[in-house]
Structure formats: C-alpha cells, structure tokens
C-alpha cells in the first residue's frame, strides 16, 4: 500500500464503504431476494412433494434465482469487507500472487480486486475436482498398484479381470486391443500372465514328483503354437 498516496488510499477506502453501505441496503429492502417470503406464501401449497415439478415450475425457477442472487450478493459483501481488513492491516494494493503493488487506475475499477492484471485467474477455469475422481484415478482408484514400482500383488484390476471372466457388455469394437478377432479377447488385458512368467507354465504339467511331464491343451498352448514359439516337442501330435 506503500505505492498509494494519502489521497489516493483515502478515496479507495471511501468507495469500499459506499460500496458495502449499498449491498447491505440493497439487503434489506429487497427481503433477501424474496428469500424470506415462504414456499407457501407464494403457491398456498404447504408441501410440495405431491407435485410434478412442472407443475410449479415457475416457482421453482424464481426461488432458483433469488438464491443465486442473494449468494453473488452475499460474495461481493465478504470481498469488500476482505478488501477493508487488508486496508487496516496496511497490504491492501498488493497482489497477492507477485506481491507486485497493483496500478491504482486497476484499483479504482475494481478495489476489491487481489490480482495484478498479469495474474488474474481464469474465471471459466475451475480447480475444483469430482470427488468420484479420488477412487477412479488412476484406473479403478486406490487399488491400483500397476503404478508402483514394488508392488506387484493382487489388486483391484485382477479382481475386476476375475469378474470380467464372466461377462460383459463390451463389443471388439470397444476394446483397447486392436487386434481383437473373439469376444474372449475383448476384457481388460486379456492377454496378461496371470500366475505365471513364460506362457508355456500354464499348459506345461508334471505330477506330484516332476518326473511325468504332460500338456494341457488349452488356448495359451494354442496361442503358442500358433505364434512359433517354444520347441517342436511341444506340437500337437494325433
């Protein structure tokens, strides 16, 4: 506020106060937006749960603006008050993201303003998030742990890929394979190892001493085959 002339912060401070004594007489003569008159005082329906909505939707869409009126209202008298506390605490004038002084012809426009014009935030930008976005980012939320480096469990993609086994709505043309020729490719890497490194451990059986060696036949094996893989032992034979 140091940049600000004697004159020049008392005008500021006079066209704060004209400003907050004309909100708040602008509250009182207009009964808060119509917001003190009562539901029933304006329909003579005590309730209105035993009504389609369109019905009263006239009503509906004025008390919807008198509230979005008196709360932009109620916004401009806590920034004006925010602006005069800042005055009395000698750093009203000073942006609050640079701490540069701002240019008294900016304050004059608008006094309760806390940004320079260089950093004045975007008012179509919001940095409020869905809360929804806490559980589903990154995918399926808190029990991912494909992020992390050392950890390599059973988390809640492999739950979901067990449950997925048994259906879903997904066609091949919504699958983020490429590449997808059946609907049994069409889950969630559907291709991944699950309880086995190299591809041939799930078709490659021994018995109890690991002494008789058998195949079993099913699509990683077929898969296998199909790609050239592995040695010619492992061929179908008749």
Same mark, same amino acid.
């Given at each position: ?99 540069? #002084? ?68 997904? #066609? ?39 002494? +008789? ?23 179908? +034979?008749?």
């Amino acid at each position: 506020m140091n940049h600000l002339t004697k004159e020049q912060a008392r005008e500021l401070n006079l066209q704060l106060l004209e400003e907050k004594i004309s909100l708040e007489r602008r509250f009182d003569h207009n009964e808060n937006h119509g917001l003190s008159i009562s539901f029933y005082q304006n329909t003579g329906e005590l309730s209105m749960y035993d009504n389609h909505p369109g019905d009263i939707g006239s009503e509906l869409f004025e008390r919807s603006k008198d509230l979005a009126l008196n709360e932009q209202m109620e916004f401009q008298l806590e920034q004006v008050d925010e602006a005069l506390v800042r005055m009395q605490q000698e750093n009203y004038g000073t942006c609050v993201f640079c701490h540069e #002084s701002i240019p008294y012809e900016r304050l004059q426009a608008v006094p309760t303003t806390l940004y320079c014009i260089k950093h004045v935030p975007d008012p179509a930008e919001s940095e409020r998030r869905p809360v929804e976005e806490e559980v589903l980012s990154p995918p399926f939320g808190r029990t991912s742990l494909d992020e992390l480096d050392d950890q390599n469990q059973f988390d809640g993609e492999d739950a979901w890929q067990i449950v997925e086994n048994w259906g879903n709505s997904d #066609s091949p043309a919504m699958s983020e394979n490429r590449q997808v020729e059946d609907y049994e490719d069409v889950s969630i890497e559907s291709d991944e190892l699950d309880g086995y490194v190299e591809s041939y451990e799930s078709f490659v059986a021994t018995d109890l001493y690991g002494q +008789t060696v058998s195949i079993v036949r099913n699509k990683a094996y077929r898969n296998y085959l199909h790609n050239g893989e592995g040695e010619p032992l492992l061929e179908e +034979t008749d």
